[in-house]
């Protein structure tokens, strides 16, 4: 009689922490890969594919109100602005459209967009501050375009492709680009504050920052394919810190919360927490692969998604992982990967001779390369297996 109240108690228990996972609400499927992250406009949803459309999409029941086709995948995040959102497009341009109605108000064409690699998943995504909208390209120019109009303000050349997100704190634009270097520019006139350039490694010398930045406290954040996080100084550009990750590359941008900075690695499959005054590390875990999206923070809950198709929700004191959910296309391919034990299956190599098929069986998963975001206890994000997720979190 005990073993069997046992029994049920420990069913009950575990009934009860199911039930804390996040409950899907919708899915909508779209024809391409989904590497960029919605933003919500009142009741809408909306967010671009590798299918080429950018879509509006009901945020209560996950029904179209609208879409719009560009020439090439859409890999970068929109941004609000008023009545209308903005975003770029592979094709070369950004793109300006009425919320309500998808209806075109302006494009601005850039010189031509190109891609580094097989893993330059993202395109940078457009900054919004005060008159102007600022924006990357692989043509290697920084854009600030006016934002009503679509018209150029100014263009910086860089020495590199950007695909990397600007970051905007008082005043000053900052970005990164494939050639290492990290640029601060005035947000008016485009002039150059300072440059810095990252140190580089023995596979990767050039020290590509492939995503974008954070800026807090006067300190800017970011990583780097050289293996490091940077920390410096956002008036000077001097080093602050910088926090080496031996074998892997760090494309994720950190996410800073309560006086710590925590991101994911590349091919060490690792999540992270430092102090953000030092970067000494505070804790670890490890994941069953590779991490490029940001975290989200929600009720003291750090939601981070990852290349093996699950979204995971840990405490950000003790890094313990307190919730999952599994995309479609993770559960049903995840044993073509993993064995019963969570590792690579037998004969499963990511970089072997087979790489090109070993990361498309890894997209299969539902791969989340994109940041979550939340409304009113709904997380939303995108997956490799073409679908837009929401799913609840009370």
């Known amino acids: 009689m005990k073993k069997s109240l046992l029994l049920a108690l420990l069913i009950s228990i575990s009934q009860f922490l199911l039930a804390d996972n ?18 919500i406009s009142g009741n809408i949803v909306l967010f671009g594919s590798g299918d080429s459309c950018f879509y509006a999409v009901n945020k209560s029941n996950g029904l179209e109100i609208w879409r719009f086709k560009t020439n090439g995948p859409i890999h970068s995040d929109a941004a ?80 590199g492709i950007i695909h990397a997100s600007p970051a905007i704190a008082e005043g000053i634009v900052y970005v990164g680009d494939y050639a290492g270097y990290f ?35 006067g300190v800017v954040y970011f990583g780097s394919r050289d293996y490091n996080v940077y920390a410096l100084d956002a008036k000077t550009g001097r080093g602050r810190w910088n926090m080496k990750e031996t074998g892997s590359w760090v494309i994720a941008t950190p996410t800073v919360y309560d006086g710590h900075l925590f991101f994911g690695t590349s091919d060490t499959h690792k999540f992270y927490c430092l102090r953000k005054s030092d970067g000494k590390i505070i804790w670890q875990i490890s994941l069953p692969m590779r991490v490029y999206g940001s975290a989200l923070v929600n009720n003291d809950i750090l939601w981070f998604g990852c290349f093996d198709g ?22 049903e391919n995840y044993s073509k990967v993993y064995g019963d034990d969570g590792k690579f299956r037998e004969g499963f190599e990511l970089y072997g001779k087979d790489y090109l098929e070993a990361e498309r069986s890894i ?25 837009m997720y929401a799913v609840q979190v009370e």
Do not use: C
Request: proline share 3%; no cysteine; glycine share 12%.
């Open 363 to 387: 997209h299969k998963l539902g791969a989340i390369l994109s940041t979550p975001v939340v409304d009113l206890n709904v997380i939303y994000f995108g997956s490799s297996d073409g679908g």
């Open 22 to 39: 996040p409950k899907e609400n919708w899915i909508f499927r779209t024809n391409g890969r989904i590497y960029s992250s919605p933003v």
């Open 310 to 331: 699950k979204l995971r929700g840990v405490d950000p004191k003790s890094g313990e992982i307190l919730h999952e959910y599994q995309t479609e296309g993770s559960k």
């Open 183 to 217: 640029y601060a520019l005035d947000g008016v006139s485009g002039e150059l504050k300072w440059k810095s350039r990252t140190i580089g490694e023995t596979y990767f010398p050039n020290g590509e920052v492939q995503k974008g930045a954070v800026v807090v406290d």
């Open 80 to 159: 609000i602005n008023g009545s209308s959102v903005i975003f770029g497009s592979a094709d070369g341009n950004l793109y300006s459209l009425e919320i309500a109605t998808g209806k075109l108000n302006w494009k601005f064409s850039s010189e031509g967009e190109k891609m580094l690699d097989m893993w330059d998943y993202y395109l940078s995504s457009p900054a919004i501050s005060n008159a102007y909208v600022y924006w990357g390209s692989g043509d290697g120019n920084l854009y600030a375009i006016d934002r009503q109009s679509g018209k150029l303000k100014w263009k910086f050349k860089s020495a």
